[in-house]
């Protein structure tokens, strides 16, 4: 979810619907405001200290229109604070929702085969659904259900809603539930992935702070300058870097450097799953924090090795200075 993080952005999407009516608006410029917290649990052997639960504002905003296989598709971008992560391209049918593509924070248009239905029409209390398909190269399995009608009440006020409760198996085994309002969205989500073993991996809840208005896009914050952090992974804690590790390494050490740093800026390392088998693409498995103490501070995250050894696959760390992306280390791990 993840900032990177965004644990798995496909199930915490807050779409458009229509039946009869439009079920929320979909305007250009229309934007969703939500409070996003992050609770991680179980992690292992992972040793990335810091507080168990984080709070971000995460933005949904309808930006135009884009057209992918001679279809016009809605443009809906997620923003984590003035950074877009993704945009889905929708499509607004008879009987529902339907994603057709994504974008990825890298720019890259991924299809999504078959077309996936994120939300159906009329909504009715027993209705259900399946998604088995690909997003890219990955698998993904999902069985949703509309459970019924429920009152919630978030920042944004009280609400009567459609709750919609899915099962997903693959890529990762996860709970999503959606508290939908016709007219508003979804003003409530939560997701729990789970662990191999069956415990709360990462919980990532969902609540809309007002009701979606028209306005311009967030303006994304310049990048620091050039120069302003070093960054790499090592074997050992004053070694020289390397992108190479086995699956049995003790322990890889995330280290940076500074030059010239704002004061008391905080200082993030990001430690994401890129591309490793059986789990999401740009999942994001930890992350930790620190603040410099001078322009010129430098420091090391560890990351420990886990119980049965690291996955092997292509890995890498995000150093942030502040909200901005400061540096990145990839590295990769074989057996």
Known sequence: MTNRSLALVLAICPLTCVAADPLIPTTDGTGWNYDLVQERGDRGD?????????????????????????KDLLKLELYRGATLVSTDLI????????????????????????????????????MSWNFDGQIGQTKVNQHYKITGEQDVV?????????????????PVSATIDRWFVPG????????????????????TSLELKELPRIAAAPQQKPAPESGKLSVGVSKDPTGDFTTSFSSETPAIYAR???????????????????????????????KSSTVASTPDSHGTFTLSRPEGGWAPGDYRVEFYVDDALAGTARLKIAK
């Open 46 to 70: 992972l040793d990335l200290t810091e507080p168990m639960k984080d709070r971000f504002t995460v933005t949904y905003r309808v930006g135009g229109t884009q057209k992918v296989d001679n």
């Open 91 to 126: 499509a607004v049918e008879e009987h529902g929702i339907v994603c057709l593509a994504r974008i990825d924070e890298k720019g890259t248009l991924i299809k999504l085969i078959p077309p996936q239905k994120m939300l159906a029409a009329p909504l009715k209390a027993g």
């Open 154 to 170: 978030v920042a944004a006020g009280k609400f009567h809603t459609w709750r919609i409760h899915c099962d997903q198996t693959a």
């Open 184 to 203: 508003t969205g979804f003003v409530k989500v939560v997701t729990a992935i789970k662990a191999p073993a069956g415990g709360l991996l990462q919980q």
């Open 256 to 286: 940076w450097t500074g030059r010239g740093l704002p004061q008391r800026a905080n200082i993030r390392a990001v430690w994401i799953a890129e591309n490793v088998p059986d789990v999401s693409n740009n999942y994001e498995i930890d």
